[in-house]
């Protein structure tokens, strides 16, 4: 009996491409959710050019402000944990999901690498009394690095997810599986791409 004779219809395009786009649907989703999130840090990184260029007063140089290094070093733990994600998806490509769920597993310790490291220097930050309140370079740094820090947890949560819970999905949906891993590595690349944006302008700048 069919799908639709038991009232229910599966929805197309799930796991393959869609004709008119070549994407399947959820590529094409993820796809236009960066999008808004291309506008969203990108109308950040407006209010700093605009607020930088506006300041009356001498603006703080990152490198001398801010605590170098550590960014430094999540910076190279991002890049790290972009080539990992790609080589979980490359395994699942291959018949190789427990050699997959090793490298999921190293993108998720990059991600919690990171936070840490972050912590870390939020904390060196406190030390020398420095928070949003402190002046508008703070403001800013604290806001765009915060926001980044969120999407770094969001897409921690995700992996963590297919690392338990949603494992069972590659035993019966397969191909479905790999797409989502694709999808969650493409949100995941955006993140990197933002740091790599943000460590200059911030940092060195």
Not at 148 to 164: E, K
Request: charged share 10%; proline share 4%.
């Amino acid at each position: 009996m069919s799908a639709e004779a038991h009232g229910h219809m599966e929805i197309p395009f799930t796991v393959h491409a869609r004709p008119d786009t070549g994407l399947y649907n959820g590529k094409l989703g993820v796809w236009l959710f960066l999008a808004s999130e291309v506008m969203l840090f990108g109308a950040l990184f407006s209010s700093l050019i605009l607020i930088r260029t506006g300041s009356t007063t001498p603006w703080p140089e990152g490198w001398k402000e801010l605590h170098v290094y550590p960014a430094m070093i999540n910076t190279f733990v991002l890049i790290a944990s972009s080539v990992f994600v790609i080589m979980a998806w490359a395994n699942l490509r291959l018949r190789k999901p427990k050699v997959a769920r090793m490298w999921i597993a190293a993108t998720l310790l990059c991600g919690f690498a990171f936070m840490g490291i972050k912590g870390y220097e939020y904390s060196l930050s406190f030390a020398h009394h420095h928070f949003p309140k402190t002046n508008n370079f703070f403001a800013i740094y604290f806001t765009m690095t915060g926001l980044h820090g969120l999407h770094v947890l969001g897409g921690m949560v995700v992996f963590a997810y297919f690392l338990t819970k949603g494992w069972s999905m590659h035993e019966h949906e397969y191909q479905r599986f790999t797409n989502r891993i694709e999808i969650v590595g493409l949100y995941w690349h955006f993140v990197d791409l933002v740091w790599i944006f943000l460590f200059p302008t911030l940092y060195l700048l």
